[in-house]
């Protein structure tokens, strides 16, 4: 079982390569990856000693261009796809069947991944990707039950991954259109979800107002920790009542599902992050590097560590970790 | 130009989507969609039901076809879908990636509908010549992109028709969670079907008092109504073929008669009172989705 860390940055990939990640995944410097941030990713001059780096550290490296090529702009897309398989990495991960299609028949070699941002939540997507671009794994979407998780592991379509922690998307990846709506921008259209320059803080009084597109998305007292606004984590007026509607601020956490994860052939394990300090990234991975050894070790006696529980919870959104679509109660 | 209503997107009793559909078939509507496209649970008609009402409206000159399933999770959902893409009658549009895996293994024509992410030319391209004859654009592509990436195929000699997402609420996200459930502190799988309370979906308002979502089981729509249809001459400038209105419980119909008319003697429609409802049409213009800019 692979545990694919994630790296934004120079340091984080070192951090994650020394804290005992398999690979780590990246993005180049532009829209063609679904964490476009203003400081985060490698340009594509950086690539080739950055994935020669690695693999010296005997870390494999996948290229993430997993957002959809934009009319009138394929060469970015072409260009990104030509960087990545110049530079050796070991696979890229992609959604839109534009980049799908153009590798899989111009770089042969060149390994494809489905990404989360495709959305294949069941067999039968699994299978056209499989069959008509030929992707040789699927990152799958945080929609699925874990019994649903295992019937797709039982059907063997293509290996699958799936996340860890990190992140919680409460809409199916790649069909969430929330940040658009209120500020003219997606992952799907470019390659973020509240990007910063959307993005405001305003202090009025003792009140903490956060927004996205000018769109009021939560207020914070003097002793609530205003997170970083996505629309899918605001408190909204519904039925007379302010909720959270849709999710509170929390993240994934899937470690007490390890041993089950590994019973049923799950290939590897994601962690969500590349927006994340060297320091987040580090310690992330430790833990999971260490669950996983463990449950490698002997599945049957797996628990999961006190301390690996705290750890993640410090890391986490509103230091609350939930399990998310896998478990159905969720739902 | 030629005018469709999409599928229903909210939880509506058979006897209001009888009414509905009867309606319908009395309009001078070209295109219906029929089918539940967002909860398998939903089950007002059955398949046999939607057949039947598409064999009613196809005697009164009107193009049918079956819309599927958008979040597609569960095995029984997978071949619910395939049924759906194999009936020998209608035409499907696919709103997941399983539909298209059944239909171009079947070798048919069919529609790719907004829950397909083809946001470029080569994606369209590829799909076309898998059988794809009708592309509905994602709601949140602008008028720019829409005719950029209809140029652009059209020089390869393999465009298909296009139909705009030109009125209605807009589908925004998909979720594993029920939020009309949620909102009722009730879990997806102990319902009660409670979004059935609500026929034109939830209302999600920001602290502030501005209408925002719209919540409609698993799928979250926006608060606004998209309204491109005064925008129709620029519309058919970039390549839209067909305007697609979503339904409401009312008006529906009314606004049919309305646009064909205006079409018809080409002007800008006079549109029917829309009562407390908030306009947009920001996607077109490539700005956040809610605004409304100019006329429209």
């Not at chain 1, 998305?217 to 039925?239: I, M, S």
């Amino acid at each position: 079982m692979e545990l694919v860390v994630p790296a934004g940055s120079r340091g984080a990939l070192h951090s994650a390569i020394e804290a005992g990640a398999d690979v780590v995944y990246l993005g180049l410097r532009d829209e063609t990856n679904a964490r476009h941030f203003p400081g985060l990713n490698f340009s594509a001059h950086e690539l080739p000693a950055t994935v020669e780096h690695a693999h010296r550290m005997g870390c494999k490296v996948y290229l993430a261009i997993n957002t959809y090529s934009r009319a009138g702009e394929w060469k970015r897309w072409e260009a990104a796809v030509g960087a990545a398989a110049e530079s050796r990495v070991d696979a890229l991960i992609a959604a839109d069947m534009a980049v799908l299609d153009h590798a899989s028949r111009t770089y042969p070699d060149l390994r494809l991944h489905l990404s989360v941002q495709a959305s294949a939540t069941n067999w039968r997507a699994l299978r056209f990707y499989r069959d008509n671009f030929g992707i040789q794994r699927a990152v799958l979407p945080r929609v699925l039950s874990m019994t649903q998780v295992e019937r797709l592991a039982e059907r063997d379509v293509v290996p699958l991954e799936v996340f860890g922690f990190g992140g919680l998307c409460i809409m199916a990846e790649g069909r969430c259109l929330f940040s658009s709506y209120a500020c003219g921008r997606s992952p799907n259209n470019y390659g973020a979800c509240s990007p910063a320059e959307a993005v405001e803080w305003r202090q009025d009084g003792d009140v903490m107002e956060t927004r996205v597109g000018g769109v009021l998305v939560d207020r914070f007292g003097d002793n609530d920790a205003a997170g970083y606004p996505t629309l899918c984590k605001g408190r909204y007026q519904v039925r007379g009542s302010r909720v959270h509607a849709f999710e509170e601020p929390v993240s994934l956490n899937s470690l007490e599902l390890l041993p089950q994860l590994a019973k049923i052939g799950i290939h590897a394990i994601k962690l969500e992050g590349r927006q994340r300090s060297p320091a987040y990234v580090s310690r992330m991975t430790r833990i999971w590097r260490a669950a996983i050894d463990a449950v490698l070790a002997n599945p049957d006696k797996f628990a999961v560590h006190r301390l690996w529980g705290e750890g993640l919870s410090e890391l986490a959104e509103g230091q609350q970790t939930v399990l998310g679509a896998y478990a159905r109660v969720w739902q | 130009m030629r005018l469709a209503v999409g599928p229903v997107l909210y939880f509506w009793d058979r006897e209001q989507l009888l009414d509905f559909y009867r309606d319908l078939a009395e309009t001078p509507v070209d295109i219906v969609y029929l089918g539940e496209t967002v909860c398998s649970k939903r089950r007002s008609l059955r398949f046999p039901d939607w057949l039947e009402i598409g064999r009613m409206l196809v005697d009164r000159g009107k193009q049918v076809v079956l819309s599927t399933l958008t979040l597609v999770e569960a095995e029984s959902e997978v071949g619910q879908i395939a049924r759906v893409c194999r009936n020998r009658d209608f035409m499907v549009e696919a709103n997941d990636v399983a539909a298209l895996d059944v239909l171009v293994e079947s070798g048919v024509s069919f529609v790719g509908g907004i829950g397909l992410n083809i946001y470029n030319a080569r994606t369209l391209s590829w799909l076309r010549r898998a059988g794809m004859v009708r592309w509905v654009p994602p709601v949140e592509m602008s008028g720019e992109q829409i005719g950029m990436i209809v140029d652009e195929v059209t020089a390869s000699g393999a465009e298909p028709e296009v139909e705009l997402f030109a009125f209605g609420r807009m589908p925004l996200a998909y979720s594993a969670r029920c939020f009309t459930a949620r909102a009722h502190g009730l879990g997806k799988d102990e319902c009660g079907f409670v979004c059935g309370n609500y026929p034109e979906g939830m209302a999600a308002g920001t602290q502030d008092g501005r209408p925002l979502f719209t919540l409609n089981g698993i799928q979250t729509q926006s608060a606004a109504v998209v309204n491109l249809l005064p925008l129709w001459r620029e519309a058919a400038e970039s390549g839209v073929d067909i305007l697609r209105l979503s339904p409401l419980p009312q008006g529906t119909a009314e606004l049919i008669r309305y646009m064909r008319e205006a079409l018809d003697s080409e002007s800008t429609p006079e549109l029917p009172d829309i009562p407390d409802k908030a306009l947009c049409n920001g996607y077109w213009y490539g700005r956040a989705g809610l605004e409304s800019l100019g006329r429209g």
